[in-house]
């Protein structure tokens, strides 16, 4: 029986029920994005009150990468075999759990214990999130509604900026674990009534089950919108659920792509932003100052990502990767010179945008539209393993680069790794704006076939 579930929903026009999906979906990745971002407040209350020491603190930090790059790697296996439903409920309500027992942690070292399994459900979050939504939008806005998902994510930064200096004063550092905790699993029971993705339950044969829900969507959908345009063939693309699949050249080219842009926004994140307070107060400003620069800049997050989600449908995954890691290689060199104190946070900001930019391109749209839904979230969870792993060492040599050459010296290898950004994309990467999943997933890796713009019409929206 084949359901023709990938054509079903491509053809579908935009309606409530992807954006019910998307605010769902996306407002569990808040606060994911919220959790990631209060380790600074945190750490800084902790430390002050003697509740931990400067080697606890970086083992706070270690053990949150480290179970965020285990996360992404067993997601992956999970939402393949058990589905994408199971698995972002299953790694929300570990996350939930583990927070708000962190707001009950009687020593520093149990803290770092739940910390460990907060990564483990933070790591998950992100690779199946952006998965499965990519699998439920038409090609022509799914740039757009991924990238509205990332801004939902990327808003925890000024967020837990403003809720640390709002609530950590008053009522201590573990309010910001319970907020965390709680809202995750006010999520956690939102989110039950979201759908299995239909197109893995064709891919795992259980096409009965798919049959029934594409029907139920359909009728859904066709009571707002009216009636639907008949679906397009389906496009035959034979893949194997084995992990073998991913051995093959065309696979182990998509996930170099997509490990190296992993790696390299994920040291963009964790090598400067995260710690511009530090470099602010390392040059001489008070920490009010230094926070309230950080802050400013901060707000370039939803902006760069808004501006990727308005952009990539029209403009494309490549170019706006290409561009975007362009223009922050270009204030990235500016910035190190910057001396006046009004211009610093403007050039800082017009610094950050771009960043976010990527951050929306590629967490969002790129990586998870590169790899067919057979070992979808496998091959995601691989890239989003490498980028986590990366932040392991980051630290370290952000710390070893600044010791010796100042600011200058971290951005130089920021500016590095956006120069080999852009000869990955450009030469290896794939355009996948525009195009249905399964058209992307038969789309060859070879160069002069990675150039040709996708055929499909302009969904109606």
């Keep these: 029986m084949s359901v023709n579930a990938g054509a079903r929903l491509d053809r579908l026009p935009l309606s409530q029920f992807h954006r019910r999906i998307m605010r769902l979906i996306g407002i569990g990745m808040f606060f994911d994005g919220f959790d990631i971002y209060i380790a600074s407040t945190v750490l800084g209350t902790t430390l002050k009150s003697g509740f931990s020491t400067m080697g606890q603190n970086a083992l706070f930090v270690s053990i949150t990468f480290l179970g965020m790059m285990l996360g992404s790697f067993g997601t992956g296996f999970l939402g393949d075999r058990f589905g994408r439903r199971f698995t972002y409920q299953a790694n929300l309500a570990l996350f939930g759990i583990a927070s708000l027992a962190s707001a009950f942690a009687p020593t ?65 550092w573990r309010v910001m674990f319970v907020v965390g905790g709680l809202g995750a699993l006010v999520v956690w029971y939102l989110r039950k009534s979201l759908p299995e993705s239909p197109r893995w339950l064709e891919s795992v044969g259980r096409s009965a089950e798919a049959e029934a829900l594409m029907t139920s969507i359909e009728k859904e959908v066709s009571a707002e919108k009216g009636a639907l345009s008949a679906p397009s063939a389906a496009l035959t693309v034979a893949v194997s659920r084995s992990f073998s699949t991913l051995m093959t050249r065309q696979m182990l080219v998509r996930l170099f792509v997509g490990s190296v842009v992993l790696v390299v926004i994920n040291t963009l994140l964790y090598g400067f932003v995260t710690w511009l307070p530090t ?174 713009p996708g055929g499909l019409p302009k969904a109606s929206l």
Excluded at 112 to 133: D, H, K, P, Q
């Design 279 to 452: 470099f602010f107060v390392s040059e001489g400003m008070t920490i009010a100052k230094s926070l309230g620069f950080a802050l400013l800049m901060s707000f370039g997050a939803p902006v760069g990502a808004s501006i990727g989600a308005l952009t990539a449908d029209r403009w494309g995954r490549k170019p706006m990767i290409i561009g975007a890691s362009a223009i922050a290689a270009i204030f990235g060199a500016i910035y190190p010179f910057v001396r006046d104190p009004v211009l610093l946070p403007i050039v800082g900001l017009l610094l950050v945008i771009p960043i976010y930019v990527l951050v929306a391109l590629l967490f969002g749209m790129y990586v998870p539209e590169l790899f067919p839904t057979e070992v979808r979230l496998r091959a995601s969870g691989i890239c989003n393993t490498f980028g986590r792993g990366a932040t392991i060492g980051t630290p370290f040599l952000v710390v070893s680069l600044y010791s010796q050459y100042g600011v200058l010296g971290v951005l130089t290898m920021m500016i590095a790794l956006l120069a080999i950004q852009i000869l990955v994309v450009a030469f290896l990467g794939i355009e996948s704006s525009r195009r249905a999943l399964e058209e992307v997933s038969a789309v060859s890796t070879d160069p002069a076939s990675a150039q040709r």
């Design 108 to 172: 520093m070292a149990f803290l770092i214990v739940c910390r460990f399994f907060m990564g483990l459900g933070l790591g998950a979050e992100n690779v199946v999130g952006y998965s499965t939504l990519a699998e439920f939008v038409p090609p022509a806005a799914r740039g757009r509604l991924q990238g509205w998902m990332a801004t939902f994510v990327v808003t925890g930064l000024p967020v837990s900026a403003l809720l640390g200096l709002l609530l950590v004063p008053s009522f201590g």
